[in-house]
Structure formats: C-alpha cells, structure tokens
C-alpha cells in the first residue's frame, strides 16, 4: 500500500514539476511521457495518443500490389490465386475466385475476387508464411469496429489491395530480408522477365492472343475444310450400312466372336453406345476429380 501511495503522490508531483506541459496538444511530449526515464502517470490518451505497434505486429491480412506508378506493372496483383492461403486459414475465412481469359475460357494467375471475413479472421498469418509468392502480409491496422459486420467486416479485392510501398513503410526490417531471400525488389515474375531480358507474363498473353494475320487464318481455315471432307467421305459407308451377311460357322466364331466387318448394323450400334456410355463416365469422373 506504501508503494501504491507514493506512485499516486509521484503521479501529481511530477504533473506540477512538468508544468502541466505534459498534456498539451500543442507540444508533442509523447516521447517524454513513455521515454526510460519518465515517471508519474503512465496513461495514453487514446485515441488522440497511440502506442506504436511492433514491426511483427499482426493483424488482418492484406494483398501486395505493385506501386500504382511502377513503369511496367502498375497496381499488378502479386497473387497468383493459388489458393494455398485459403487451404492452411484455421478458421477457413479466405475465399479467392481465380480469374479467366474471356476469349479462350483459360484459367490466369491472378484473382477475380478475393474475400476476407475478418471477424472470423484468428491473425494467425498462416497465410502470409505459406503463400509462395509474398503476395499476403499482416497489416497493422486494428482499428476496424463497425456497427454494419456484412457490409463492412468482408473485406474485398479492392479493399484488401495495398500497394509494395505500403509493406515497406510498416516493415522496412522484414522487406530487407525478404528481398535477400528473394534476391530481388521485384515480383518473381517481373524478376524472371527481367533476367531473361524478354517480355513480362502479361505482353507474353496479349501476344498469344492477339489477331492471327489473314493469310494465317485462311490457311487455318482451309486445313479445317479438308480435315471435315476427309471426315465426311470416311463416314459416308456408315451412313447406309448394308445388312451383313450371316456367317452360321465362322473361323472366328472358334476364337472369340465375329469380325467387326462380320458384325450386323445392330450389333455395331451396341458396340457403338457402349464405347460412348464408357467415354461420357470417365469425363464425368474427371470433373469429379
């Protein structure tokens, strides 16, 4: 109680010796307050005061986009919607939509969409540790009360974006050693692309699928003729099959059935919906996959 006495009596002392400076807005004292050697009333005055959080600070995830002024990518995802993040989350709050050409139908390693729900969120940083490309960190903004949880606790692609800058502001230690390890400032794609002198992944697919010439395409096109007038002539005998022949003692019959020019027109089509039926249900089984 003695000890517990002298800190409350030290408390007003030291406000009196200070001045009553201690508290003025005018006057930045934070340091003074919070320094070694200070005394007195130790309390922040929050929110106007706050403590500054450690470099491994974490909180809610956020996803690495290149500067919005970088020559070359601007604002380009690090994310390769891999998924690897939404697979070890604990909680499985993580939900990524990988987007798609909309000329071929194919898969691009970047999102479409990408949710966090934050309230579910356990700031783990599992996902930061495992994602292959550093494209997932740990922020350090824990200030996110809300009155509306759906509108405002599900954190969007456009929310949760925040560019390479951003990181190294709040963790200029860590991106040190995460360029060492990455031997690079860049993205591993802009690194390759870089040692390899040629065109980055992106100039890569808008050449791919950018117009083919015309007389590339007419010669296309007349190799498919021919591919379709072989195809035609070759199924046109199938069209009107005439009845097979029936063969009472066949050399065949010995060994295991007849041949397939020995076959009668239903016995083919059998075989024929058969080999369809077993076609349809392996590539049912590798959607299922």
Not at 149 to 154: F, M, V
Not at 220 to 228: F, G, I
Not at 254 to 270: I, M, N, V
């Amino acid at each position: 109680m003695l000890l517990t006495l002298r800190h409350f009596v030290e408390s007003y002392v030291d406000d009196v010796r200070y001045g009553f400076k201690k508290f003025s807005p005018a006057v930045n004292n934070f340091e003074a307050r919070q320094g070694t050697q200070a005394t007195g009333v130790f309390t922040v005055q929050y929110p106007d005061e706050k403590l500054a959080v450690p470099e491994r600070f974490r909180f809610v995830p956020f996803l690495v986009v290149e500067d919005y002024d970088h020559p070359e990518r601007p604002g380009k995802d690090w994310c390769t919607s891999c998924g690897i993040c939404a697979k070890v989350c604990p909680p499985q709050c993580i939900w990524i939509v990988r987007n798609e050409d909309p000329a071929t139908g194919r898969p691009i390693p970047e999102p479409e969409a990408f949710f966090i729900d934050i309230d579910i969120c356990m700031n783990c940083g599992f996902c930061a540790e495992f994602c292959p490309f550093d494209a997932i960190k740990m922020d350090h903004d824990y200030e996110l009360a809300s009155f509306d949880r759906t509108t405002n606790h599900i954190f969007d692609k456009p929310k949760l974006s925040k560019e390479m800058r951003y990181w190294k502001t709040i963790a200029p230690t860590r991106v040190v050693e995460e360029m060492k390890v990455r031997g690079s400032w860049e993205h591993k794609d802009a690194a390759k692309a870089a040692r390899r002198g040629g065109a980055t992944r992106d100039a890569a697919r808008e050449a791919a699928t950018a117009p083919a010439p015309k007389a590339e395409v007419e010669a296309k096109e007349a190799k498919r003729e021919e591919v379709r007038a072989r195809k035609a002539a070759a199924e046109a005998p199938a069209a009107a099959p005439a009845p097979a022949p029936k063969v009472e003692a066949a050399p065949a019959a010995a060994s295991g059935g007849a041949k397939p020019w020995e076959e009668s027109h239903d016995d083919r089509e059998k075989r024929k919906q058969a080999a369809l039926a077993r076609k349809a249900a392996r590539a049912s089984k590798r959607d299922e996959q």
